[in-house]
């Protein structure tokens, strides 16, 4: 199989043995943006995918650029937790100036934690799921970066891991902003309640957690990450292409409460 393009927003698509056919374009309302899922940057999405032009990859990695300059931070190296959120690792890493180590490796024979009847269940899975490499970090301050933190469950094993294991420091720097608001475009994000972000424990959370600090990026540098080179892109098309794109815009609802769309009860 070969990439040939993307199905436009709203477009319908007839596929046949010998033409792909455009039959219809359901535009957004007149003057709205268009409305493409930011998650799918962050965290959905595999990372060779390639959307509005350009591969989720480059994007994440983009993000970790970002994030080292609104959040950098004194430390000896950086690495992440394997292995969704190692494009972000290495633009943080580059951006500092500080080399990218690995600290985990997978362990190929641990079953999924998700699926863990309770959360201390699935602390002690994620425990497990992780062979450490200590050698690499001992004595030193490590910069973490994950793609998101949901319910905060996670990270915190996997920071007592590193610190038993000899880490001086551990510094989780988080490359997507805070999840706040359920998403009602159809994906199952946990209720309001159950945010770590709507908790009174995100005050403090690098303590909730068990870390030196914790910065998530900034909602403005996220949408400047996934849409830098779509702009770019955008100012050398042609003027017919231009008004065929729309006008730019991502869904940023769950970040921000701001639905593309009226809610409907």
Not at 121 to 147: C, E, M, P, T
Not at 162 to 187: N, T, W
């Amino acid at each position: 199989s070969r990439y040939y393009r993307e199905v436009l927003p709203g477009e319908i698509v007839k596929i046949s043995r010998h033409e792909v056919q455009t039959l219809d374009v359901v535009r957004r309302p007149e003057g709205d943006p268009s409305a493409f899922c930011i998650f799918e940057y962050v965290y959905f999405a595999r990372p060779d995918s390639i959307f509005e032009g350009q591969m989720v990859y480059s994007v994440r990695r983009r993000c970790g650029q970002q994030l080292a300059i609104e959040a950098p931070v004194e430390a000896d190296l950086v690495s992440t937790v394997p292995e969704s959120a190692t494009p972000a690792a290495l633009g943080y890493a580059q951006k500092c100036g500080l080399p990218y180590v690995e600290v985990l490796c997978k362990n190929r024979y641990v079953g999924r934690t998700f699926i863990q009847p309770n959360m201390r269940l699935r602390q002690l899975g994620v425990a497990k799921k992780f062979g450490v490499l200590s050698d690499n970090f001992k004595g030193k301050r490590v910069v973490i970066i994950d793609d998101s933190i949901v319910r905060g469950n996670t990270i915190s094993p996997i920071i007592k891991l590193l610190r038993e294991s000899g880490a001086k420091e551990v510094h989780i720097r988080v490359a997507s902003p805070p999840i706040r608001f359920p998403c009602y475009m159809g994906i199952n994000i946990p209720t309001k309640e159950e945010l770590i972000a709507n908790r009174p424990e995100f005050h403090d959370l690098a303590n909730y957690i068990g870390a030196d600090s914790v910065v998530y990026l900034s909602v403005e540098g996220l949408v400047s990450s996934v849409q830098e080179s779509i702009k770019a892109r955008q100012q050398n098309s042609p003027k017919t292409q231009k008004s065929f794109i729309g006008k730019l815009g991502h869904c940023t609802a769950c970040l921000t409460g701001d639905y593309p769309v009226e809610l409907e009860w």
